[in-house]
C-alpha cells in the first residue's frame, strides 16, 4: 500500500523554526520529484515547495523563499521542510506530496498521491 | 503567475444532475497542463483529471474535463452522495504551480 505519512507539524511562536517529515513506502522513492503544500484554514491550496529525486533542482514559492529548506534522504524513504522565521500567515495543513516524474519540469508537476498533512499552527 | 479562478464559488445541486464547473487562467496554460482535484473535509486531495481532460487511474467516467488556453471545464455528468465535496484547478505549465480557489459542491 502506498503511504505518505507527514509528522512535525505543531503549536509554534512566530519567529521560531519547525521541521516537517514525510514518510514515504509503498513506492520507489527515489523515482519521483516530491513537494509540499499547504492549505490554510477555510482556504484553498498553494504549493510550497519541490525537489528532485536527486535534490539537484529545487523550487520553492516567493512567500517561502529565503526562510523555507527542502530536503529529501533517500536512505530513510523520507521528505523534509525546515521552516525558519515562521510567521502568521505560514499557518497551515502541510501536505506532502508526489508528482509524476523524477525531475521539476513545467507538464509533470500535477500531484497523483498526497498525504494526509500536518498541522502548524503559528501563534504567540 | 498564473492566477486561476473558479466559477461558481458555490454550486448547489440534487444528486443525479450535472455539474459544470469553470477553471479561468489570467494567461494561457502552457500545453493545457492543467489539473482538477477533489477534496473532502478532512481529506487530502485526490487527483480527478490531468492534462485537462484525461481521467487519473480509478476516476469514474462520469468525470470529465475540457477546455484549452485559458479556460477549463470539470463536467460531473450525474452526481452521486459521494461527489459533493470542494473541486480545485491547477495549473502546472509554469512555475510557480498554481491551484485555484475552488469550488464546492453541496446538495441542494
Known amino acids: 500500500e502506498v503511504q505518505l505519512v507527514e509528522s512535525g507539524g505543531g503549536l509554534v511562536q512566530p519567529g521560531r523554526s519547525l521541521r516537517l517529515s514525510c514518510e514515504v513506502s509503498?513506492?520507489?522513492?527515489?523515482?519521483?520529484?516530491m513537494h509540499w503544500v499547504r492549505q490554510a484554514p477555510g482556504k484553498g491550496l498553494e504549493w510550497v515547495s519541490g525537489?528532485?529525486?536527486?535534490?539537484?533542482?529545487?523550487g520553492y514559492a516567493d512567500s517561502v523563499k529565503g526562510r523555507f529548506t527542502i530536503s529529501r534522504d533517500s536512505a530513510k524513504n523520507s521528505l523534509y521542510l525546515q521552516m525558519n522565521s515562521l510567521r502568521d500567515e505560514d499557518m497551515a495543513l502541510y501536505f506532502c506530496?508526489?508528482?509524476?516524474?523524477?525531475?521539476?519540469?513545467?507538464?509533470?508537476?500535477?500531484?497523483?498521491?498526497w498525504g494526509r498533512g500536518t498541522l502548524v499552527i503559528v501563534s504567540s | 503567475d498564473i492566477v486561476l479562478t473558479q466559477s461558481p464559488g458555490t454550486l448547489s445541486l440534487s444528486p443525479g444532475e450535472r455539474g459544470t464547473l469553470s477553471c479561468r487562467a489570467s494567461?494561457?496554460?502552457?500545453?493545457?497542463?492543467l489539473a482538477w482535484y477533489q477534496q473532502k473535509p478532512g481529506q487530502a486531495p485526490r487527483l480527478l483529471i490531468y492534462?485537462?481532460?484525461s481521467r487519473a487511474t480509478g476516476i469514474p467516467e462520469r468525470f470529465s474535463g475540457s477546455g484549452s488556453g485559458t479556460d477549463f471545464t470539470l463536467t460531473i455528468s450525474r452526481l452521486e452522495p459521494e461527489d459533493f465535496a470542494v473541486y480545485y484547478c491547477?495549473?502546472?505549465?509554469?512555475?510557480?504551480?498554481?491551484f485555484g480557489q475552488g469550488t464546492k459542491v453541496e446538495i441542494k
Open positions: 494567461q494561457s496554460v502552457s500545453s493545457n497542463y
Open positions: 509503498g513506492i520507489i522513492f527515489d523515482n519521483y520529484a
Open positions: 506530496a508526489k508528482s509524476i516524474s523524477h525531475v521539476l519540469v513545467a507538464g509533470t508537476m500535477y500531484f497523483d498521491l
Open positions: 525537489i528532485s529525486w536527486n535534490s539537484k533542482m529545487i
Open positions: 492534462g485537462a481532460s
Open positions: 491547477q495549473q502546472y505549465g509554469s512555475s510557480p504551480w498554481t
